[in-house]
């Protein structure tokens, strides 16, 4: 029953604008969060029983006839499926007291579940042209959430990322139409099996371009990474959490990897792309996180800088190096998923996003600062949280693949890393009160609970990392390190 990872969001969000018109607040909040609460403990339960003995495939049906979808959980989806149920949770959580002044609470939650179950879709999906679909409905629901505020910059915002996401997407489609040319398929498998046999170096060569081009902009790699620190910042608090912490890496970091390591395989020039798009990324989202005052806008360059220590990772190709990056894929969502959770907070409190307007807020908001802070040093690589040990593999397995120099950017970019979340610290939270913000008050309820699950999770993985990667980070890692095997073995080809 893995199609309800789809299913139950969708049906929960058709209900909910119905919904809506007999109860604003409580039944919409309910049903949106206890929908994502099931999901997790589905995945987190049920997932790993049901893959205990390989990969499970499901093909869906209607009156008894095949549909052209087919779904299969393998240990990669499983991890994916999980990071969106429990950061989805924890942003659904605080969206109960944060989205209370935006009003239409129902139809947020319907656009924030479709959101979810595009995602989740991607992430089961055994073809291009169901990823395709999937990413679609996953950028259309996060189009109007982004400009849920009707403000001018919620606006500009979302239209400037429907027009580079619509750019990415005719990319996409470009390469999926080549490779239907190529091998006459769209399945994984069969495209993999196809490849192997077909002599298809410059074609292929072509296809991967469109690729990197498509992706790279849904992961908002640089240089594709324009659309990011507009779109990030204007949207809902929880909204921008969702879209740094997952959304980027679905849409584009999971639907690379997936296709680039387990349908075509990695060859070492694809690598080398990955190494070269993974450090620059690091490095110039890094200083340019740097110059800024905007507190949510910093947060989003650091996600680029971020998503480049996940590419790094994977892109050395290792096993060391996939679980690496991987793991910090995963730590990355809950750091700055909490970190643009705690930036609402103090937004909805001052009503200011600039830090230089800021100043002492630790004072009147002191779980809301530690959690920010713990969030910060997280991302950092500040041991013993969670985002140290996933730098910590990264770098170890760049100097054990060869890769002395980028091990090297990766150190330097971790300190810088720290310096501009040090100077977010001092400006925001530390120093003298700012006099304008006696009267601030800690944040609600739903909140401050959802940032502190955030940040007891940053601790709990970090201290119970060896547990962590050997449950959930090493089976993904393994399905990856399988190459074009995992799907052309387990998948029926």
Same mark, same amino acid.
């Given at each position: 029953?893995?199609?309800?990872?789809?299913?139950?969001?969708?049906?929960?969000?058709?209900?909910?604008?119905?919904?809506?018109?007999? @109860?604003?607040?409580?039944?919409?909040?309910?049903?949106?969060?206890?929908?994502?609460?099931?999901?997790?403990?589905?995945?987190?339960?049920?997932?790993?029983?049901?893959?205990?003995?390989?990969?499970?495939?499901?093909?869906?049906?209607?009156?008894?006839?095949?549909?052209?979808?087919?779904?299969?959980?393998?240990?990669?989806?499983?991890?994916?499926?999980?990071?969106?149920?429990?950061?989805?949770?924890?942003?659904?959580?605080? @969206?109960?007291?944060? /989205?209370?002044?935006?009003?239409?609470?129902?139809?947020?939650?319907?656009?924030?579940?479709?959101?979810?179950?595009?995602?989740?879709?991607?992430?089961?999906?055994?073809?291009?042209?169901?990823?395709?679909?999937?990413?679609?409905?996953?950028?259309?629901?996060?189009?109007?959430?982004?400009?849920?505020?009707?403000?001018?910059?919620?606006?500009?915002?979302?239209?400037?990322?429907?027009?580079?996401?619509?750019?990415?997407?005719?990319?996409?489609?470009?390469?999926?139409?080549?490779?239907?040319?190529?091998?006459?398929?769209?399945?994984?498998?069969?495209?993999?099996?196809?490849?192997?046999?077909?002599?298809?170096?410059?074609?292929?060569?072509?296809?991967?371009?469109?690729?990197?081009?498509?992706?790279?902009?849904?992961?908002?790699? !640089?240089?594709?990474?324009?659309?990011?620190?507009?779109?990030?910042?204007?949207?809902?608090?929880?909204?921008?959490?969702?879209?740094?912490?997952?959304?980027?890496?679905?849409?584009?970091?999971?639907? /690379?990897?997936?296709?680039?390591?387990?349908?075509?395989?990695?060859?070492?020039?694809?690598?080398?792309?990955?190494?070269?798009?993974?450090?620059?990324?690091?490095?110039?989202?890094?200083?340019?996180?740097?110059?800024?005052?905007?507190?949510?806008?910093?947060?989003?360059?650091?996600?680029?800088?971020?998503?480049?220590?996940?590419?790094?990772?994977?892109?050395?190709?290792?096993?060391?190096?996939?679980?690496?990056?991987?793991?910090?894929?995963?730590?990355?969502?809950?750091?700055?998923?909490?970190?643009?959770?705690?930036?609402?907070?103090?937004?909805?409190?001052?009503?200011?996003?600039? /830090?230089?307007?800021?100043?002492?807020?630790?004072?009147?908001?002191?779980?809301?600062?530690?959690?920010?802070?713990?969030?910060?040093?997280?991302?950092?690589?500040?041991?013993?949280?969670?985002?140290?040990?996933?730098?910590?593999?990264?770098? !170890?397995?760049?100097?054990?693949?060869?890769?002395?120099?980028?091990?090297?950017?990766?150190?330097?970019?971790?300190?810088?890393?720290?310096?501009?979340?040090?100077?977010?610290?001092?400006?925001?939270?530390?120093?003298?009160?700012?006099?304008?913000?006696?009267?601030?008050?800690?944040?609600?309820?739903? /909140?401050?609970?959802?940032?502190?699950?955030?940040?007891?999770?940053?601790?709990?993985?970090?201290?119970?990392?060896?547990?962590?990667?050997?449950?959930?980070?090493?089976?993904?890692?393994?399905?990856?390190?399988?190459?074009?095997?995992?799907?052309?073995?387990?998948?029926?080809?």
């Amino acid at each position: 029953m893995i199609i309800l990872f789809v299913v139950l969001p969708l049906i929960v969000a058709g209900l909910l604008p119905l919904i809506g018109k007999v @109860s604003r607040r409580v039944l919409p909040d309910v049903l949106a969060n206890a929908t994502l609460l099931a999901l997790l403990i589905y995945a987190v339960v049920a997932g790993r029983g049901l893959i205990a003995n390989g990969p499970v495939l499901q093909q869906l049906s209607w009156l008894g006839e095949a549909v052209n979808l087919r779904l299969a959980l393998d240990g990669f989806s499983l991890f994916m499926l999980v990071a969106v149920a429990l950061v989805g949770l924890a942003a659904c959580l605080f @969206s109960i007291d944060y /989205m209370e002044h935006y009003g239409a609470k129902a139809n947020f939650y319907a656009l924030y579940l479709v959101m979810i179950a595009g995602m989740n879709g991607l992430i089961l999906a055994t073809d291009l042209f169901n990823v395709y679909i999937f990413l679609e409905v996953a950028a259309v629901a996060s189009y109007a959430l982004v400009a849920f505020g009707l403000g001018r910059d919620e606006l500009e915002a979302a239209f400037k990322y429907l027009m580079l996401s619509v750019v990415a997407s005719a990319f996409l489609v470009a390469g999926i139409a080549v490779i239907f040319g190529l091998t006459g398929q769209l399945d994984f498998a069969a495209v993999a099996a196809g490849l192997k046999e077909l002599n298809a170096g410059p074609a292929l060569g072509i296809v991967t371009a469109f690729f990197l081009l498509g992706f790279g902009l849904k992961a908002a790699l !640089v240089p594709f990474h324009a659309w990011l620190p507009d779109a990030h910042p204007s949207a809902p608090a929880p909204i921008s959490a969702v879209l740094s912490g997952l959304l980027i890496k679905v849409s584009g970091v999971y639907a /690379m990897t997936r296709i680039f390591l387990n349908v075509f395989g990695l060859t070492p020039a694809l690598s080398a792309i990955l190494l070269g798009l993974g450090a620059v990324s690091i490095v110039a989202a890094a200083f340019l996180a740097l110059g800024q005052t905007d507190m949510k806008r910093m947060l989003a360059y650091s996600s680029i800088s971020q998503v480049g220590y996940v590419v790094l990772g994977i892109g050395i190709g290792t096993p060391l190096g996939i679980a690496g990056g991987l793991f910090h894929l995963f730590n990355h969502a809950l750091a700055k998923g909490l970190l643009f959770l705690t930036s609402g907070s103090v937004q909805q409190a001052t009503g200011t996003r600039d /830090m230089d307007e800021m100043g002492g807020l630790a004072k009147r908001m002191p779980v809301t600062a530690l959690a920010n802070l713990i969030g910060a040093l997280s991302i950092a690589g500040v041991p013993p949280l969670n985002g140290f040990w996933s730098k910590l593999i990264i770098i !170890v397995a760049l100097v054990q693949a060869g890769h002395p120099v980028y091990a090297v950017i990766a150190v330097l970019a971790s300190v810088l890393t720290l310096w501009y979340y040090l100077l977010m610290q001092r400006k925001a939270f530390f120093g003298k009160l700012n006099e304008k913000w006696a009267a601030v008050k800690e944040a609600p309820f739903w /909140m401050t609970a959802s940032v502190v699950l955030l940040a007891l999770l940053c601790v709990g993985v970090g201290i119970l990392f060896s547990s962590t990667v050997t449950t959930w980070v090493q089976p993904a890692a393994d399905i990856l390190a399988d190459g074009i095997h995992a799907v052309t073995g387990s998948w029926g080809f």
